[in-house]
């Protein structure tokens, strides 16, 4: 049974930090490269880190330099620390399969960035 579900959101003030997690269940999820998404109201959801199986990363520019994905894949666990936040990282962020997501998505994890 395929599940994925994301923690870690809250209210920050800009510049500060949060750290999110992604429990996935289900194997397919150990084969694939991973991803955190994020989708602010009235926008498309939009991916902005992955992680393969090698590790290897990429970012979206919006984020680079101030986003890290990483990755536990025994524990099937896919982590985003987001430092220097903005007032337009506000979005709700989901982790899925990159880069594109199952058709199935978690409940997501609210981020708000506002002083």
């Known amino acids: 049974q395929v599940q994925l579900v994301e923690s870690g959101g809250g209210l920050v003030q800009p510049g500060g930090s949060l750290r999110l997690s992604c429990t996935a269940s289900?194997?397919?999820?150990?084969?694939?490269?991973m991803g955190w998404y994020r989708q602010a109201l009235g926008e498309q959801r939009e991916l902005v880190a992955s992680?393969?199986?090698?590790?290897?990363?990429t970012y979206a520019d919006s984020v680079k330099g101030r986003f890290t994905i990483s990755r536990d894949i025994a524990k099937n666990t896919v982590a985003l620390k987001m430092n220097n936040l903005k007032p337009e990282d506000t979005a709700v962020y989901y982790c899925?399969?990159?880069?594109?997501?199952?058709?199935?998505w978690g409940q997501g994890t609210q981020v708000t960035v506002s002083s």
């Open positions: 899925n399969r990159a880069p594109s997501g199952l058709n199935y």
């Open positions: 992680v393969t199986t090698n590790l290897i990363t």
């Open positions: 289900g194997s397919i999820f150990s084969i694939v490269p």
